[in-house]
């Protein structure tokens, strides 16, 4: 089954007749009636508290949480410095532990939520899971592998393309990342 991503724009101003590709966000919804009717919001904000540990850890600020059926099933958020890896990523370990503890790789009823545009590595690792939905916060302008460089959630030329919505807590997203990097460089 093809999955479809929509635009919608982030803000509008009456204004605002010339805008940029930029000024979209993706957007998609999928629900299950059975499950709790918990919103993005209330997922990302958990993403958030999770990028925070990161962040008191001196880890890039990510948190990551995948749900199915309304339900935390992993969590987690990058380990890159602690575990000496470039694959510490928050997404990898969170599809891990996640198929670990369901006991399949396929995950085309779960919803991943992170607080950062995954980057083309853990892209790819979206397509591999058949993850079935990504919300993410902030965008990544120099390594996103969904929106901002390539796209490859919707890319006709893979097996599996998914759901996105972006922008959840944009900024509280992006400002987490930008307070961290300003402390390093401090």
């Known amino acids: 089954m093809d999955k479809k991503v929509s635009y919608i724009r982030a803000s509008r101003t009456p204004q605002d007749d010339n805008h940029k590709d930029s000024d979209y966000v993706l957007n998609s919804m999928t629900t299950n009636s059975d499950a709790p009717q918990y ?4 997922w990302m904000k958990k993403a958030l508290e ?14 990551s949480i995948l749900v199915v059926d309304g339900r935390i099933i992993s969590k987690s958020f990058n380990k890159k410095e602690q575990w000496n890896t470039p694959i510490g990523h928050a997404e990898v370990i969170c599809v891990h532990r996640a198929s670990q503890k369901l006991g399949r790789w396929r995950l085309s009823d779960a919803t991943l939520y992170v607080t ?7 892209a790819g690792l979206l397509v591999q899971s058949r993850i079935g939905r990504l919300v993410y916060g ?13 796209r490859l959630a919707e890319d006709s030329r893979l097996n599996h393309r998914f759901d996105v919505t972006a922008g959840v807590l944009a900024e509280e997203c992006g400002k987490i990342l930008s307070d961290f990097f300003r402390r390093k460089r401090a």
């Open 138 to 150: 902030a965008t990544d302008p120099k390594g996103g592998g969904i929106h901002s460089l390539f």
């Open 116 to 122: 950062l545009e995954p980057c083309v590595m853990c």
């Open 39 to 42: 919103d993005d919001v209330f």
């Open 50 to 63: 999770l990028a925070q540990k990161a962040a008191d850890q001196d880890e890039v600020p990510v948190g």
